[in-house]
Protein backbone atom coordinates (compact mmCIF):
# COMPACT_ATOMS: atom_id res chain seq x y z
CA UNK A 1 0.00 0.00 0.00
CA UNK A 2 1.00 3.70 -1.03
CA UNK A 3 3.16 4.59 2.43
CA UNK A 4 2.03 8.18 1.72
CA UNK A 5 -1.73 7.41 1.44
CA UNK A 6 -1.24 5.54 4.71
CA UNK A 7 0.59 8.54 6.28
CA UNK A 8 -2.64 11.09 5.01
CA UNK A 9 -5.04 8.36 7.13
CA UNK A 10 -3.01 8.40 9.81
CA UNK A 11 -3.32 12.06 9.89
CA UNK A 12 -6.85 12.64 9.40
CA UNK A 13 -7.55 9.67 12.36
CA UNK A 14 -4.96 11.44 14.71
CA UNK A 15 -6.34 14.85 14.19
CA UNK A 16 -9.89 13.76 14.80
CA UNK A 17 -8.64 12.26 17.89
CA UNK A 18 -7.10 15.70 19.03
CA UNK A 19 -10.09 16.94 18.55
CA UNK A 20 -12.31 14.40 20.63
CA UNK A 21 -9.64 15.15 23.31
CA UNK A 22 -9.72 18.79 23.67
CA UNK A 23 -13.24 18.73 25.57
CA UNK A 24 -11.37 16.38 28.07
CA UNK A 25 -10.56 20.21 29.28
CA UNK A 26 -13.31 22.17 29.53
CA UNK A 27 -11.77 25.34 30.83
CA UNK A 28 -9.52 25.41 27.31
CA UNK A 29 -12.13 25.30 25.32
CA UNK A 30 -13.99 27.93 27.04
CA UNK A 31 -10.69 30.41 27.37
CA UNK A 32 -8.99 29.36 24.05
CA UNK A 33 -12.52 28.91 21.47
CA UNK A 34 -15.56 30.87 23.10
CA UNK A 35 -14.20 33.79 24.38
CA UNK A 36 -13.34 35.40 21.63
CA UNK A 37 -16.74 34.91 20.10
CA UNK A 38 -18.12 36.16 23.29
CA UNK A 39 -16.12 39.20 23.10
CA UNK A 40 -17.22 40.38 19.58
CA UNK A 41 -20.70 39.28 20.02
CA UNK A 42 -20.62 41.36 23.12
CA UNK A 43 -19.08 44.42 21.86
CA UNK A 44 -21.22 44.07 18.95
CA UNK A 45 -24.76 44.13 20.92
CA UNK A 46 -23.76 48.02 21.97
CA UNK A 47 -23.22 49.30 18.61
CA UNK A 48 -25.98 47.19 16.62
CA UNK A 49 -28.06 50.11 16.79
CA UNK A 50 -25.59 52.41 15.00
CA UNK A 51 -24.24 52.57 11.23
CA UNK A 52 -21.48 54.11 9.18
CA UNK A 53 -20.59 55.09 5.55
CA UNK A 54 -23.84 55.29 2.84
CA UNK A 55 -24.12 51.83 2.33
CA UNK A 56 -26.33 51.65 6.12
CA UNK A 57 -24.19 48.72 7.28
CA UNK A 58 -24.65 48.43 10.94
CA UNK A 59 -21.56 48.75 13.05
CA UNK A 60 -22.50 45.83 15.12
CA UNK A 61 -22.84 43.65 11.80
CA UNK A 62 -19.36 45.22 10.43
CA UNK A 63 -17.33 44.08 13.72
CA UNK A 64 -18.92 40.75 13.76
CA UNK A 65 -17.66 40.26 10.19
CA UNK A 66 -14.41 41.75 11.81
CA UNK A 67 -14.90 38.93 14.55
CA UNK A 68 -15.48 35.86 12.07
CA UNK A 69 -12.07 37.60 10.26
CA UNK A 70 -9.88 37.70 13.77
CA UNK A 71 -10.96 34.13 15.11
CA UNK A 72 -9.34 32.72 11.30
CA UNK A 73 -6.47 34.74 11.65
CA UNK A 74 -5.76 33.88 15.44
CA UNK A 75 -6.74 30.14 14.85
CA UNK A 76 -4.22 30.03 11.86
CA UNK A 77 -0.95 31.80 13.13
CA UNK A 78 -1.33 31.83 17.02
CA UNK A 79 -3.21 28.58 17.49
CA UNK A 80 -0.80 26.43 15.09
CA UNK A 81 2.34 28.18 16.43
CA UNK A 82 1.51 27.16 20.09
CA UNK A 83 1.09 23.50 18.81
CA UNK A 84 4.24 23.13 16.88
CA UNK A 85 6.91 24.72 19.40
CA UNK A 86 5.20 22.85 21.71
CA UNK A 87 5.18 19.55 20.50
CA UNK A 88 8.73 20.50 19.09
CA UNK A 89 9.93 20.74 22.40
CA UNK A 90 8.15 17.47 23.41
CA UNK A 91 10.00 15.70 20.64
CA UNK A 92 7.04 14.81 19.07
CA UNK A 93 8.10 16.56 15.51
CA UNK A 94 11.26 14.20 15.97
CA UNK A 95 9.47 11.04 16.03
CA UNK A 96 7.30 12.19 12.97
CA UNK A 97 10.39 12.26 11.13
CA UNK A 98 11.44 8.75 11.70
CA UNK A 99 8.14 7.42 10.56
CA UNK A 100 7.87 7.21 6.85
CA UNK A 101 6.00 10.21 5.34
CA UNK A 102 5.51 11.22 9.27
CA UNK A 103 5.76 14.83 8.10
CA UNK A 104 2.75 14.42 5.31
CA UNK A 105 0.80 12.64 8.13
CA UNK A 106 2.03 15.41 10.81
CA UNK A 107 1.07 17.87 8.77
CA UNK A 108 -2.61 16.37 7.56
CA UNK A 109 -3.24 16.16 11.76
CA UNK A 110 -2.41 19.41 12.30
CA UNK A 111 -4.64 20.70 9.68
CA UNK A 112 -7.45 18.28 10.18
CA UNK A 113 -7.50 19.50 13.70
CA UNK A 114 -7.42 23.56 13.01
CA UNK A 115 -10.41 22.71 10.76
CA UNK A 116 -12.41 21.05 13.14
CA UNK A 117 -11.75 23.40 15.88
CA UNK A 118 -12.21 26.33 13.58
CA UNK A 119 -15.61 25.02 12.78
CA UNK A 120 -16.70 24.64 16.18
CA UNK A 121 -15.25 28.17 17.05
CA UNK A 122 -16.75 30.01 13.77
CA UNK A 123 -20.05 28.09 15.54
CA UNK A 124 -20.52 29.69 18.47
CA UNK A 125 -19.53 33.07 16.59
CA UNK A 126 -22.45 33.02 13.35
CA UNK A 127 -25.32 31.62 15.44
CA UNK A 128 -25.51 34.41 17.64
CA UNK A 129 -24.48 36.68 16.00
CA UNK A 130 -27.23 35.96 13.38
CA UNK A 131 -29.85 35.70 15.62
CA UNK A 132 -28.71 39.02 17.40
CA UNK A 133 -27.07 41.51 15.20
CA UNK A 134 -29.06 43.36 12.86
CA UNK A 135 -27.71 42.96 9.64
CA UNK A 136 -25.68 40.37 10.13
CA UNK A 137 -26.28 37.10 8.16
CA UNK A 138 -25.18 34.60 5.16
CA UNK A 139 -26.54 35.67 2.56
CA UNK A 140 -28.29 33.00 1.19
CA UNK A 141 -26.67 29.61 -0.23
CA UNK A 142 -24.22 31.89 -2.13
CA UNK A 143 -23.25 33.08 1.07
CA UNK A 144 -22.95 29.64 2.81
CA UNK A 145 -20.77 28.61 -0.17
CA UNK A 146 -18.32 31.53 -0.16
CA UNK A 147 -17.96 31.71 3.60
CA UNK A 148 -17.00 27.86 3.47
CA UNK A 149 -14.98 27.93 0.90
CA UNK A 150 -13.27 31.21 2.37
CA UNK A 151 -12.59 29.59 5.64
CA UNK A 152 -11.29 26.56 4.74
CA UNK A 153 -8.51 28.69 1.96
CA UNK A 154 -8.14 31.22 4.83
CA UNK A 155 -7.05 28.72 7.27
CA UNK A 156 -4.53 26.70 4.43
CA UNK A 157 -3.23 30.10 3.42
CA UNK A 158 -2.23 30.62 7.39
CA UNK A 159 -1.91 27.69 8.97
CA UNK A 160 1.99 27.22 7.51
CA UNK A 161 2.87 30.57 8.97
CA UNK A 162 1.99 29.47 12.33
CA UNK A 163 3.53 26.67 11.71
CA UNK A 164 6.61 28.05 10.35
CA UNK A 165 7.21 30.08 13.32
CA UNK A 166 6.47 27.58 15.68
CA UNK A 167 9.47 25.47 14.54
CA UNK A 168 11.82 28.34 14.02
CA UNK A 169 11.12 29.89 18.04
CA UNK A 170 13.65 28.84 20.97
CA UNK A 171 10.93 29.30 23.02
CA UNK A 172 7.43 28.92 22.11
CA UNK A 173 5.66 30.39 25.14
CA UNK A 174 7.55 33.87 24.95
CA UNK A 175 7.98 33.86 21.32
CA UNK A 176 4.47 33.18 20.24
CA UNK A 177 3.27 36.45 22.72
CA UNK A 178 5.97 38.21 20.12
CA UNK A 179 3.87 37.04 17.38
CA UNK A 180 0.39 38.99 18.04
CA UNK A 181 2.34 42.25 17.38
CA UNK A 182 2.65 41.58 13.79
CA UNK A 183 -0.32 39.76 13.66
CA UNK A 184 -2.52 42.30 15.43
CA UNK A 185 -0.40 45.37 13.06
CA UNK A 186 -0.68 43.37 9.65
CA UNK A 187 -4.76 43.19 10.92
CA UNK A 188 -4.55 46.80 11.50
CA UNK A 189 -4.15 47.73 8.12
CA UNK A 190 -6.09 45.34 6.29
CA UNK A 191 -9.79 46.66 6.30
CA UNK A 192 -10.31 44.45 8.93
CA UNK A 193 -11.82 46.38 12.15
CA UNK A 194 -12.48 49.68 9.87
CA UNK A 195 -13.03 50.35 6.04
CA UNK A 196 -9.59 50.04 4.00
CA UNK A 197 -10.59 53.04 2.15
CA UNK A 198 -9.39 54.63 5.55
CA UNK A 199 -5.73 53.96 4.92
CA UNK A 200 -3.19 55.85 2.90
CA UNK A 201 -2.60 54.50 -0.06
CA UNK A 202 0.88 52.84 0.12
CA UNK A 203 -0.59 50.90 3.21
CA UNK A 204 -3.06 49.97 1.07
CA UNK A 205 -0.63 48.31 -1.32
CA UNK A 206 1.27 46.50 1.64
CA UNK A 207 -1.96 45.29 2.73
CA UNK A 208 -2.94 43.23 -0.17
CA UNK A 209 -0.06 41.26 -0.44
CA UNK A 210 -0.93 39.64 2.27
CA UNK A 211 -3.41 37.16 3.59
CA UNK A 212 -5.64 38.97 5.99
CA UNK A 213 -6.59 41.46 4.04
CA UNK A 214 -8.52 38.93 1.75
CA UNK A 215 -9.63 36.71 4.55
CA UNK A 216 -11.54 39.70 5.29
CA UNK A 217 -13.19 41.00 2.30
CA UNK A 218 -13.89 37.17 1.17
CA UNK A 219 -15.52 37.12 4.76
CA UNK A 220 -17.45 40.47 4.22
CA UNK A 221 -18.86 39.02 1.24
CA UNK A 222 -20.86 36.54 2.57
CA UNK A 223 -22.37 37.47 5.93
CA UNK A 224 -22.89 41.40 5.04
CA UNK A 225 -25.07 43.31 2.65
CA UNK A 226 -24.40 43.32 -0.94
CA UNK A 227 -24.62 47.42 -0.49
CA UNK A 228 -21.29 47.17 1.79
CA UNK A 229 -19.29 46.35 -1.78
CA UNK A 230 -19.66 49.52 -2.34
CA UNK A 231 -17.13 50.52 0.24
CA UNK A 232 -14.37 48.36 -0.39
CA UNK A 233 -11.56 49.27 -2.47
CA UNK A 234 -12.70 48.00 -6.14
CA UNK A 235 -16.24 48.44 -5.37
CA UNK A 236 -16.69 45.28 -5.08
CA UNK A 237 -16.08 41.62 -3.49
CA UNK A 238 -13.83 40.49 -6.15
CA UNK A 239 -14.28 37.24 -4.79
CA UNK A 240 -11.77 35.43 -8.16
CA UNK A 241 -8.72 37.21 -6.64
CA UNK A 242 -9.96 36.37 -2.92
CA UNK A 243 -9.79 32.74 -4.07
CA UNK A 244 -6.25 33.09 -6.06
CA UNK A 245 -4.44 34.94 -3.66
CA UNK A 246 -5.60 32.95 -0.77
CA UNK A 247 -4.76 29.44 -2.58
CA UNK A 248 -1.47 30.85 -3.60
CA UNK A 249 -0.23 31.47 -0.02
CA UNK A 250 -1.57 28.01 0.99
CA UNK A 251 0.46 26.13 -1.73
CA UNK A 252 3.36 28.26 -1.36
CA UNK A 253 3.27 27.93 2.34
CA UNK A 254 2.66 24.37 2.53
CA UNK A 255 5.61 23.65 0.67
CA UNK A 256 7.71 26.35 2.87
CA UNK A 257 6.42 24.66 5.99
CA UNK A 258 7.36 21.16 5.30
CA UNK A 259 11.18 22.70 4.11
CA UNK A 260 11.09 24.35 7.74
CA UNK A 261 9.69 21.03 9.62
CA UNK A 262 11.79 18.74 7.84
CA UNK A 263 14.99 20.85 8.32
CA UNK A 264 14.27 21.88 12.06
CA UNK A 265 14.04 17.53 12.64
CA UNK A 266 17.16 17.26 10.82
CA UNK A 267 19.33 19.82 13.40
CA UNK A 268 16.87 18.41 16.32
CA UNK A 269 18.44 15.00 18.22
CA UNK A 270 17.14 13.19 21.35
CA UNK A 271 19.11 14.64 23.75
CA UNK A 272 18.54 18.31 22.69
CA UNK A 273 14.59 17.44 22.68
CA UNK A 274 15.88 16.09 26.23
CA UNK A 275 16.85 19.35 26.90
CA UNK A 276 14.27 21.76 25.74
CA UNK A 277 12.07 19.43 27.91
CA UNK A 278 13.86 20.30 31.32
CA UNK A 279 13.81 23.62 29.80
CA UNK A 280 9.81 23.52 29.53
CA UNK A 281 9.32 22.09 32.90
CA UNK A 282 11.49 24.11 34.86
CA UNK A 283 9.51 27.57 32.77
CA UNK A 284 6.19 26.16 33.72
CA UNK A 285 7.39 25.85 37.46
Known sequence: M?????AVRAGFSRGWTEFKNTFSNPG?????????PAVFVGVSLFTSDSSFG???????????????????ILLGTITIAQVVGSEREDGTLLRARVVPDGMVGYTVAKTWYLLT???????????????????????????????A??????????????AVVGAVLSNPRTGVGMLMLPVM??????????????MPGWLQAVAQFFPVYWVGLGVRSAVLPPAQAAAELAGSWQLPQVAGVLALWAV?????????????????????????????MQRAY
Open 2 to 6: NPALN
Open 54 to 72: TEGTSTGAYLMASGVTMLL
Open 252 to 280: VGFAAAQWVLRRMTRKTSGSRVQQAREKA
Open 149 to 162: WVCVLALLALAPVG
Open 28 to 36: EVAGGYLLT
Open 117 to 147: MSLMSLLFMLVPGMVLIDGFAVQGAAGAVTL
Open 185 to 198: GLTGISGVLFPMTL
